[in-house]
């Protein structure tokens, strides 16, 4: 009787501590990471679960989420406990302002502060504006003398329907979009004269010269390797779009060293960094968990 207790009780321990390896009780530090399905917020989504794993966390990757509203509504209702969002973005559509602020410490400040009334933190932004751009090839720019998108609008004005503009599903609807842009610059072309597209292939279809005119990102690597160039926001419609990691106000309460671990990344994290490490992976084809390793490890944030 005595060893058959024996035997059960080891058993019993046996299975919990395959439950605690598995993050399922202890002391296990878990928490579950999203981004957007982009390329840059694949890197920067994959440098907070790096940097949370050298801390001892289990990281849940959830990254590659289709858009800003799966993102957001994943955040809200806690299936990811944090994910880098961009302050122009988070102002004018997850917050539903309409006014855009061109200013990155007035922008970061408001949607803190707005936030914080959400259950979500954000933590300290990156220098880095990746504003969203019109871009052209640059020798049909320089060839047609089109510099900023009040020429693109003159232009097209003169010469209706000869343009075609590539945007993406997301820009095509935002309040800091498409619609909003070309009633801004007065721009006024034929609807079958704009294709919409996946996010990405923009790029591809400017170089290849199935669009003349493409929307875009203005830190993509792909941008200056493609030969393209970004047209002048001389209105400036587009607000500021720094990054920041918006983690759930309960998550950061139960595991408040998140807040040291990332903290310090996002200012690390300047214009020429970031299109290098977006060039890394759409150019030079690397994965970019390595790519944000490589980084990470590089700047002494990870050992």
Not at 66 to 82: M, Q, W
Not at 115 to 140: H, K, S, V
Not at 236 to 253: D, G, K, Q
Request: with cysteine.
């Amino acid at each position: 009787m005595f060893r058959k207790l024996v035997l059960i009780l080891t058993v019993a321990l046996l299975v919990a501590s395959l439950f605690g390896c598995a993050g399922g009780g202890g002391d296990s530090k878990q928490v579950a990471v999203g981004s957007k399905e982009f390329t840059e917020q694949l890197i920067l989504g994959q440098i907070a679960i790096k940097a949370l794993e050298e801390h001892g966390f289990t990281v849940i990757d959830r990254t590659g989420l289709a858009g800003t509203e799966p993102a957001r509504v994943a955040l809200e209702n806690g299936e990811i406990d944090l994910y880098w969002e961009y302050t122009g973005t988070a102002w004018l559509v997850a917050l539903g302002h309409d006014q855009p602020i061109t200013d990155s410490e007035e922008a970061y400040n408001k949607v803190k502060e707005e936030d914080a009334a959400n259950g979500l933190i954000w933590l300290p932004y990156a220098p880095f504006d990746n504003t969203y751009t019109l871009m052209m090839r640059q020798e049909d720019a320089q060839a047609l003398g089109i510099v900023s998108l009040s020429d693109l609008a003159a232009y097209m004005a003169a010469n209706p329907a000869e343009l075609m503009v590539g945007i993406d599903h997301e820009f095509s609807a935002r309040p800091d979009g498409w619609p909003e842009l070309i009633k801004v610059y007065g721009i006024d072309i034929p609807e079958e004269n704009v294709s919409i597209m996946d996010l990405g292939i923009t790029y591809k279809a400017l170089r290849d010269g199935q669009v003349d005119v493409a929307m875009g990102f203005a830190t993509d690597g792909r941008i200056a390797a493609f030969d393209l160039v970004n047209l002048e926001d001389d209105k400036h419609f587009f607000p500021v779009y720094n990054p920041s990691p918006v983690v759930r106000t309960e998550t950061l309460e139960k595991y408040p060293e998140i807040a040291d671990i990332l903290g310090d990344i996002g200012p690390s994290l300047d214009t020429e960094t970031m299109t290098n490490l977006n060039y890394q992976v759409d150019i030079e084809e690397r994965e970019p968990e390595e790519v944000a390793e490589e980084w990470l490890r590089d700047k002494g944030f990870i050992e």
